[in-house]
């Protein structure tokens, strides 16, 4: 009956040898199952960062604390989260997508209106500025409060003014709505200090 | 430099009636005068112009309205092209 105790420790030591051995097994699979869901995170790229920054947050979160989970070896932990994180990640790219679609298309709706009313407004004024440029060019003498300078000032401001709507309205025609609305700024902004330098009322 | 007399107003101003020209639509950005006692056309293309004989230039703005340049009255609402 002497040897209970020393196979009661062989025992011990068969157990303990067979749990670090378990754990060893698991430690690639958990440290390849983090790297995969870390590749699914980068490949959603900057889009998701852009357009779905709450759901990257909670994803990157639990990432941190599944390697956190790694570092204190465990592995068993790891594997067990690691399956609903991965769907998580691999969900990002498509919601970063549908996020972007969305946006792209509420820009594009945006564009449209300011355009809308750009188009049934700068027309008039550049109607306006051009017809009191043209007939002060013709004048002998400027009329009170407006200075030969300013008057060049306009002058110029009309036809840069002339020059981007042309530019805006062919980028309307081509379907690049970014571009005309962004022309049309410079065109209104442009026409209304014509206006105020050649004393014109606006409305 | 002396100025100019203002030409007769019963000289045929504007377009011609073979050559209707339609007064342009008014809007945000028309330039409206409102005539005050003494004005002529004359008067008012020499303070919105600097040149009382571009006055032409305010009849054909007008022609809708402006049957006679001649008489124009006071209160009465003139486009300044």
Do not use: H
């Amino acid at each position: 009956m002497k040897f209970k105790p020393v196979f009661a420790g062989f025992l011990s030591l068969v157990m303990a040898a067979a749990l670090l051995a378990g754990c060893a097994n698991q430690m690639e699979p958990a440290k390849k199952a983090i790297a995969d869901i870390e590749a699914a995170v980068a490949a959603a790229g900057p889009d998701a960062a852009q357009y779905i920054p709450d759901q990257l947050q909670a994803v990157t979160a639990q990432v941190v604390d599944l390697k956190m989970k790694f570092d204190q070896k465990d592995y068993k932990g790891v594997l067990a989260a690691a399956p609903a994180l991965l769907a998580q990640a691999q969900g990002l790219s498509a919601a970063a997508a549908s996020a972007k679609q969305a946006a792209e298309a509420a820009a594009l709706e945006a564009f449209n209106s300011e355009w809308g009313t750009l188009a049934a407004d700068v027309p008039a004024q550049l109607a306006a500025v051009t017809s009191r440029v043209g007939i002060l060019s013709k004048s002998k003498k400027l009329p009170a409060g407006l200075d030969a300078a300013s008057f060049e000032a306009a002058r110029s401001g009309a036809d840069e003014a002339k020059a981007l709507w042309d530019q805006a309205t062919a980028a309307q025609a081509a379907g690049n709505m970014e571009q005309a609305v962004m022309a049309a700024r410079q065109v209104k902004e442009k026409l209304n200090a014509a206006m105020a330098g050649l004393g014109m009322s606006a409305g | 430099m002396q100025e100019k007399t203002p030409p007769a107003w019963n000289t045929p101003l504007g377009a011609t009636p073979e050559e209707p020209v339609a007064a342009p639509a008014d809007g945000a950005y028309t330039q409206w005068y409102e005539v005050k006692k003494g004005d002529t056309l004359w008067k008012i293309a020499k303070e919105v112009y600097g040149d009382g004989s571009l006055y032409p230039e305010i009849c054909k703005a007008n022609q809708d309205t402006l049957s006679d340049p001649d008489k124009i009255q006071v209160g009465q609402q003139l486009r300044i092209p």
